[in-house]
């Protein structure tokens, strides 16, 4: 038997991509808090200013970008904790991908949300 | 010179029976190290208690245990550094390798992870011993280390003298059985900086990319702080990040 | 050969042991906490924005809630949860690309006291209306 550390593993990019998107989300919160918090009057949009505000393009846009950024950062993040359970190599690529999922289905609620709003 | 009335709470655990803590006083010179204690519990007042000790100067890396709860080498800890003058002292075993008995822990799956850099040096008889009861168990099969023509044996200098004290603090070793842990990384590091062949810091720098590799480390720093030699395992880490990225950029740019 | 080996759900719980740890730990142990309760609060924040389906009586008097002091009070905790969060966040970005790793008890100490700071003016712009 094969000394298991002397084997090459599978090269890992998760934490690149975790301080890639902490890093964007260090930008994107900032800008989502400015937007949202000090150019709104007294801090807080009522329904109608939220409509008004998601119809402006750039605003989708940015909101559209912080909600991937965020969940990318948020999967990334609770895939680095549940690692700690001792997975064996299967179950750490089943997790992967039912986090995958987990964070492709909260952008589209995201999504889906922001679109039954405007409209 | 004066005498020490020294208690000391040892962590003790036979196979079959529960871990508890024995409590024993002996009388030691107030220059004394806490292994002197320990050899005299084992002498004075009870031959089970089993450890590690050899060198007595921070050399070999066996005694390596934890002083009320701190991960220290006692062949070099003073009394009147670690001790408050009256409370008992506890002594543990370290964190993360399984307990063998006592004071001992299973050190193969450290031997293994050093292995994998080629940073032991293993004798024949020593390399057909089986290792043990990790779940990754194996036979390492040591890489034979070519000697230039003129010479019959060599030196090897680097700080680390395999004491294991760095993955007892770290955070990661403690729940990643598969993590290379930092004293596996830091000797990546240093292999790759012995060699001059592209191919063999190639797969050293690939040893260390891998999911337990490099990226498994949560930048607490506990090894580096704990380390008796100076090794800054932590900083090999970081510099091996780095290097690894870079690659990774000059990779994509010629492509 | 026995051995003493903690079961895996015990094992995974061992990161969080902090006691007699330095620095480094502590930081380590706060970005995980913080980020634990920042991923609960991200679907809390989808929820409540999903108050915005049922039209605009159910969403202002969500607004009118939210400016209730214990409310307020409770996004103070979620801004000091983000700085502590993104700050450290910093640190660990930084140190592990080799940079500043020498200086990494004092980059935290720093990058806190911005934190803290931070928080101080941001409350007082929270509660001052």
Known sequence: MENPFAQEPRASSSWLWQVITGVGLVLLLGLHFIANHFIAKGGLRDFADVVAYLRSPIILVLEVLFLVVVATHAMLGMRALLLDFGLSERAERRLSQALTAVGVLTVGYGLWLTWVIIH | ?255 | ?129
């Open chain 2, 1 to 255: 010179m004066t005498l020490l009335d020294v208690t000391l709470q040892i962590f003790r655990y036979k196979p079959g029976e529960q871990p508890h803590y024995d409590t024993f006083t002996v009388q030691v010179e107030d220059t004394a190290h806490v292994i002197d204690a320990i050899d005299k519990v084992w002498a004075e007042h009870d031959h089970t208690l089993t450890f590690r000790r050899a060198c007595h100067h921070s050399s070999c890396g066996s005694c390596a245990l934890r002083i009320n709860g701190v991960e220290k080498l006692p062949c070099i800890a003073r009394f009147s550094e670690v001790w408050d003058g009256h409370s008992p002292l506890r002594l543990d075993p370290l964190r993360n390798f399984p307990i063998v008995s006592d004071l001992v822990v299973d050190v193969s799956g450290f031997f293994q992870r050093m292995s994998a850099s080629t940073m032991t040096i293993t004798r024949d008889a020593e390399s057909t011993l089986p290792l043990s009861v990790d779940d990754l168990a194996a036979v390492v099969q040591p890489k034979a280390v070519e000697l230039p023509d003129n010479l019959t044996r060599f030196n090897r200098f680097e700080n680390c003298i395999e004491c294991g004290i760095c993955m007892s603090a770290c955070p990661t070793m403690a729940v990643d059985n598969k993590f290379m842990g930092p004293a596996g990384l830091a000797a990546i590091y240093r292999a790759c900086q012995k060699t001059d062949d592209p191919n063999e810091k190639a797969h050293l720098l690939a040893l260390a990319n891998g999911e337990h590799g490099v990226w498994r480390c949560h930048s607490a720093f506990e090894c580096t702080e704990a380390c008796p030699q100076a090794v800054d395992p932590a900083g090999k880490i970081m510099a091996l990040r780095r290097e690894i990225t870079a690659n990774r950029f000059k990779k994509t740019r010629r492509s």
């Open chain 3, 1 to 129: 050969m026995a051995n003493l080996e903690y079961p895996k759900v015990r094992r995974a719980g061992r990161w969080f042991d902090v006691r007699r740890r330095k620095l480094g730990m502590w930081a380590y142990a706060l970005n995980r906490i913080t980020g634990i309760g920042l991923v609960v609060y991200l679907y809390l924040h989808l929820a409540v924005l999903s108050l915005l389906l049922r039209g605009p009586r159910s969403w202002d008097s969500f607004v009118s809630l939210a400016r209730a002091p214990y409310f307020l009070a409770l996004d103070v905790i979620l801004l000091a949860g983000i700085l502590i969060h993104g700050l450290n966040g910093l640190r660990v970005t930084l140190t592990g690309f080799d940079v500043g790793v020498k200086a990494q008890k004092a980059l935290f100490g720093a990058l806190m006291l911005v934190a803290v700071v931070a928080l101080g003016v941001a409350a007082l712009m929270i509660f001052g209306g």
